[in-house]
């Protein structure tokens, strides 16, 4: 399966300002998905990112507040933008699997502190 | 619309009893099942997942899943457990349309009894 590569793992960040994610992937992929972790709460998709075109925004999630960028086929970045408090959460990347025999992999992780 | 629901928020058993964690989801077509394990400050790592074929399937750690498609469910079930086995686990369904958007349960926070 792939392997994806995520940072930063953690930060603290004052409110107003924005963080950018990355997740960059061992291999091509066509789909890489965005989600979000509350506290306590399950996973929650963002969005889906595909190369050479607008990123997929689930309900409830918005361009503005999320841009995210797909250059290649093996790379995406996530911008959480003015954040607030309410954005303090865990934000994972993924891919689908290459074959049936392979689940979802998932980036390591960002942890989103907002102050 | 697709869904996936874990009825179970919290379930506490004793070291050594035997688990069953409760899967249902809602879609239209032959789903795509994961079920995911994620200890305490760590990161998802899948447990066992169906597509086709034999309904019951072995996963990692002792983990089995048995997908029942009249019932819409796909179980998660363990013989015996062990501290270590304490974690939250999710339920998931892959959408096997072009969009192949994975759509999470809320969770079941597994609490071991020493």
């Known amino acids: 399966s792939a392997v994806i590569s995520q940072k930063p793992s953690r930060d603290i960040c004052q409110r107003g300002t924005s963080l950018t994610i990355q997740c960059q992937v061992d291999?091509?992929?066509?789909?890489m998905f965005w989600y979000r972790q509350q506290p306590g709460q399950s996973l929650t998709l963002i969005a889906t990112?595909?190369?050479?075109?607008?990123?997929?925004?689930e309900s409830g999630f918005v361009i503005d507040k999320f841009p995210i960028s797909r250059p290649n086929l093996t790379f995406s970045t996530l911008t959480v933008s003015n954040m607030s408090p309410e954005d303090s959460s865990i934000y994972l990347c993924?891919?689908?699997?290459?074959?049936?025999?392979?689940?979802?992999?998932f980036g390591s992780g960002t942890r989103l502190t907002v102050v | 619309a697709q869904s996936v629901t874990q009825p179970d928020i919290h379930i506490t058993v004793s070291e050594g009893a035997s688990l069953e964690l409760r899967c249902n989801y809602s879609?239209?077509?032959?789903?795509?099942l994961f079920w995911y394990v994620q200890s305490p400050g760590q990161g998802l790592q899948l447990l066992l997942k169906?597509?086709?074929?034999?309904?019951l399937v072995q996963g990692i750690k002792g983990f089995e899943a048995e997908f029942k498609r009249s019932q819409s469910s796909f179980n998660l079930r363990k013989p015996s457990v062990h501290w270590s086995d304490a974690a939250e686990y999710f339920c998931?369904?892959?959408?096997?349309?072009?969009?192949?958007?994975?759509?999470f349960g809320s969770g079941t926070r597994l609490l071991v009894r020493p």
């Open positions: 993924s891919v689908p699997p290459k074959g049936l025999n392979y689940g979802y992999t």
């Open positions: 291999s091509q992929v066509t789909m």
């Open positions: 990112a595909n190369q050479g075109s607008e990123a997929t925004y």
């Open positions: 879609y239209g077509a032959t789903p795509y």
């Open positions: 169906y597509f086709s074929g034999d309904t």
């Open positions: 998931a369904v892959a959408l096997m349309d072009s969009s192949y958007k994975l759509i």
